[in-house]
């Protein structure tokens, strides 16, 4: 008898069937009321009583093991089956939409303003949020007891080292200075930082986009016919523009920038204060001084140079009265952002 538990034992073991319905044929002959282990344990009932204990036992251990191996196999091959009709699906579901992300309003206009300067040949070009003082004031000829280097405005991560945020994106000027020769012609979207309680018109985090043309004979009336053509493309045809005079430590002469207000015409309404113009930017001639701290010849070379906050034109081009909303990445208002571009 122990020849034939044995016999069984190993056929279970050997067992490779190739479907479901093999094991289930299988478990059948084997386990089933009339298959071979229940003829084995009718046929126990006569074993001499002094082998009743071995026997007993090897029966035991057989039935565990064909139970065992039986279900392990029946669970392999359906796992099996269903990864393969995974593969191919059910060709009758309804298909569920994949959800289709929108780009940021800020993204949006940053992507316009650096298009646009593209057309006139403008290149992107970037640089580090963290930068040093040089970077941002010292090379761009910020006296040393400028506003703009105290804590109270600025960032600094090592006060001693003079490692610090860039408080705008002018920083990358000096790094394109440094890195090529004239002509330069670039644009330099980024994010600035500085150190601003938050509010409906600032905020601590926010964009600029750059730029900067350097060339023999460049001249300001470059400066004004590009800005001019800048506000067109942004604002539409009917955009006009006026410059005022302004004072920046980097560009001499210096402007501010205004646009027409687009919402009311120029008629005057409560967004431009009814004045009819918008500031934009600010813009001026490269000061001699930071082509020569750059290690340009200033009587070689001029320049003119341009910033604006991409949140400004944003506010100014959807009519956002709130800058804080292009932080809170609320779906609601994203969403109306989803048929721009
Ligand atoms: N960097 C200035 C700011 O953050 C903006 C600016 C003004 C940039 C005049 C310029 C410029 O290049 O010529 O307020």
Redesign the pocket.
């Given at each position: 008898m122990i020849d034939r538990i044995n016999d069984l034992l190993k056929r279970v073991e050997e067992f490779r069937p190739k479907a479901a319905a093999e094991v289930e044929e299988f478990r059948i002959r084997i386990l089933g009321k009339k298959g071979e282990l229940n003829a084995l344990m009718e046929e126990f009932k006569s074993v001499a009583p002094e082998r009743k204990r071995e026997i007993g036992q090897r029966l035991n251990a057989l039935k565990t093991a064909a139970q065992e191996r039986i279900n392990a196999l029946k669970a392999s091959l359906q796992e099996a089956a269903e990864s393969n009709s995974a593969a191919v699906g059910d060709m009758t579901r309804p298909g569920s939409a994949d959800e289709i992300g929108t780009r940021h309003p800020i993204s949006l206009v940053r992507n316009q303003i650096v298009e646009i300067f593209s057309r006139l040949g403008y290149t992107v070009a970037e640089g580090p949020e963290i930068e040093d003082d040089w970077h941002v004031f010292s090379a761009l000829n910020f006296p040393p007891e400028h506003p703009a280097r105290d804590m109270q405005d600025t960032f600094f991560i090592e006060k001693g080292a003079d490692i610090l945020l860039r408080?705008?994106t002018?920083s990358i000027?000096v790094r394109a200075m440094e890195r090529s020769k004239p002509p330069i012609r670039i644009v330099c979207p980024g994010r600035v930082f500085r150190n601003e309680a938050i509010s409906y018109r600032a905020h601590c985090i926010f964009h600029?986009v750059?730029?900067l043309y350097i060339d023999e004979g460049v001249s300001f009336a470059d400066l004004k016919q590009s800005l001019l053509y800048f506000a067109k493309e942004m604002f539409g045809e009917e955009a006009s523009i006026r410059l005022r005079p302004s004072y920046?430590p980097?560009?001499e002469p210096?402007a501010e920038m205004d646009v027409s207000c687009n919402l009311c015409g120029g008629k005057g309404c409560n967004v431009c204060k009814g004045t009819g113009w918008l500031e934009i930017m600010?813009?001026?001639m490269v000061d001699p001084n930071v082509l020569e701290a750059n290690g340009i010849d200033s009587k070689k070379y001029s320049g003119f140079?341009?910033?604006m906050g991409v949140e400004r034109i944003a506010m100014l081009k959807y009519g956002v009265k709130d800058l804080r909303l292009y932080f809170e990445n609320d779906v609601r208002f994203l969403r109306q952002f989803e048929s721009v571009l």
């Open positions: 408080t705008h002018s000027q600029q750059e730029g920046f980097f560009t210096s600010g813009c001026g140079a341009f910033g």
